[in-house]
Protein backbone atom coordinates (compact mmCIF):
# COMPACT_ATOMS: atom_id res chain seq x y z
CA UNK A 1 0.00 0.00 0.00
CA UNK A 2 1.12 3.24 -0.76
CA UNK A 3 1.15 6.43 0.98
CA UNK A 4 1.23 9.73 -0.47
CA UNK A 5 1.29 13.33 2.07
CA UNK A 6 1.25 16.46 0.55
CA UNK A 7 1.92 19.57 1.90
CA UNK A 8 2.86 23.57 0.97
CA UNK A 9 -0.61 25.06 0.81
CA UNK A 10 -1.16 28.02 2.21
CA UNK A 11 -3.07 31.09 2.10
CA UNK A 12 -1.51 33.56 -0.98
CA UNK A 13 -2.49 36.46 -2.88
CA UNK A 14 -3.55 36.37 -6.76
CA UNK A 15 -0.66 36.69 -8.48
CA UNK A 16 1.83 34.91 -5.92
CA UNK A 17 3.48 31.37 -5.93
CA UNK A 18 3.09 28.53 -3.97
CA UNK A 19 5.25 24.68 -4.11
CA UNK A 20 3.53 21.83 -3.48
CA UNK A 21 5.19 18.43 -2.57
CA UNK A 22 3.74 15.00 -2.45
CA UNK A 23 6.38 12.21 -0.80
CA UNK A 24 5.24 8.73 -1.38
CA UNK A 25 6.06 5.92 0.88
CA UNK A 26 5.20 1.92 1.53
CA UNK A 27 4.93 -0.31 -1.38
CA UNK A 28 5.28 1.76 -4.89
CA UNK A 29 5.51 0.35 -8.48
CA UNK A 30 8.58 -0.30 -9.95
CA UNK A 31 7.43 2.78 -12.51
CA UNK A 32 4.83 4.80 -11.56
CA UNK A 33 3.06 8.21 -12.25
CA UNK A 34 2.51 10.42 -10.33
CA UNK A 35 -0.65 13.13 -10.62
CA UNK A 36 -2.31 16.43 -9.12
CA UNK A 37 -5.78 16.99 -8.84
CA UNK A 38 -7.98 19.71 -6.99
CA UNK A 39 -11.22 20.11 -6.01
CA UNK A 40 -13.15 23.51 -5.03
CA UNK A 41 -15.42 23.60 -2.82
CA UNK A 42 -18.95 22.68 -4.54
CA UNK A 43 -17.06 21.58 -7.54
CA UNK A 44 -16.21 18.43 -8.60
CA UNK A 45 -12.37 16.72 -8.46
CA UNK A 46 -10.58 17.93 -11.43
CA UNK A 47 -7.05 16.89 -13.14
CA UNK A 48 -4.53 19.80 -12.47
CA UNK A 49 -1.51 17.92 -13.80
CA UNK A 50 0.70 14.53 -14.19
CA UNK A 51 4.40 13.43 -14.82
CA UNK A 52 5.78 9.67 -16.12
CA UNK A 53 8.14 8.16 -14.11
CA UNK A 54 11.03 9.08 -16.32
CA UNK A 55 10.01 13.05 -15.75
CA UNK A 56 10.20 13.83 -19.60
CA UNK A 57 6.70 13.92 -20.20
CA UNK A 58 4.36 16.18 -18.54
CA UNK A 59 0.51 16.81 -18.83
CA UNK A 60 -1.70 19.60 -17.79
CA UNK A 61 -4.65 20.69 -17.38
CA UNK A 62 -5.48 24.14 -20.00
CA UNK A 63 -6.32 26.45 -17.04
CA UNK A 64 -3.11 25.83 -15.33
CA UNK A 65 -0.73 25.71 -18.61
CA UNK A 66 1.47 27.83 -18.40
CA UNK A 67 1.18 28.79 -14.74
CA UNK A 68 2.36 25.55 -13.30
CA UNK A 69 5.08 23.41 -13.51
CA UNK A 70 4.79 19.57 -12.17
CA UNK A 71 7.92 17.67 -11.14
CA UNK A 72 9.70 14.68 -9.51
CA UNK A 73 12.50 13.31 -7.34
CA UNK A 74 12.09 9.59 -8.08
CA UNK A 75 15.37 9.64 -5.02
CA UNK A 76 13.01 10.73 -2.73
CA UNK A 77 9.99 9.20 -4.15
CA UNK A 78 8.18 13.12 -4.00
CA UNK A 79 6.30 15.40 -6.73
CA UNK A 80 6.45 18.78 -6.37
CA UNK A 81 3.51 20.78 -8.15
CA UNK A 82 5.08 24.89 -8.72
CA UNK A 83 2.35 27.13 -9.12
CA UNK A 84 2.59 30.42 -10.21
CA UNK A 85 0.89 33.64 -11.06
CA UNK A 86 -1.84 32.17 -8.91
CA UNK A 87 -5.45 33.28 -9.52
CA UNK A 88 -8.49 33.10 -6.98
CA UNK A 89 -10.31 30.65 -8.95
CA UNK A 90 -7.25 28.06 -7.92
CA UNK A 91 -8.78 28.08 -4.84
CA UNK A 92 -9.31 24.52 -3.56
CA UNK A 93 -7.86 21.22 -2.26
CA UNK A 94 -5.18 19.52 -3.85
CA UNK A 95 -4.26 15.98 -4.01
CA UNK A 96 -1.68 14.05 -4.99
CA UNK A 97 -1.91 10.53 -6.75
CA UNK A 98 -0.26 7.47 -7.54
CA UNK A 99 -0.59 4.62 -10.04
CA UNK A 100 1.05 2.15 -12.67
CA UNK A 101 2.97 4.03 -15.47
CA UNK A 102 -0.97 3.56 -17.68
CA UNK A 103 -2.56 6.61 -14.92
CA UNK A 104 -0.49 8.72 -16.98
CA UNK A 105 -2.54 8.76 -19.91
CA UNK A 106 -5.87 7.13 -18.21
CA UNK A 107 -6.03 9.51 -15.35
CA UNK A 108 -7.14 6.64 -13.08
CA UNK A 109 -5.33 6.84 -10.03
CA UNK A 110 -5.64 4.03 -7.15
CA UNK A 111 -3.92 6.00 -4.06
CA UNK A 112 -4.36 9.29 -2.98
CA UNK A 113 -3.20 11.61 -0.61
CA UNK A 114 -4.88 13.85 2.25
CA UNK A 115 -5.32 16.71 0.49
CA UNK A 116 -4.01 20.20 1.41
CA UNK A 117 -5.58 23.49 0.95
CA UNK A 118 -4.61 26.46 -1.10
CA UNK A 119 -6.19 29.29 -0.93
CA UNK A 120 -5.77 32.45 -2.99
CA UNK A 121 -7.20 35.72 -2.24
CA UNK A 122 -7.96 38.43 -4.70
Known amino acids: QVQLVESGGGLVQAGGSLRLSCAAS????????MGWFRQAPGKEREFVAA????????RYADSVKGRFTISRDNAKNTAYLQMNSLKPEDTAVYYC???????????????WGQGTQVTVSS
Open 51 to 58: IRWSGVST
Open 26 to 33: GRTFSSYA
Open 97 to 111: AVDRAEAYISGIYGS
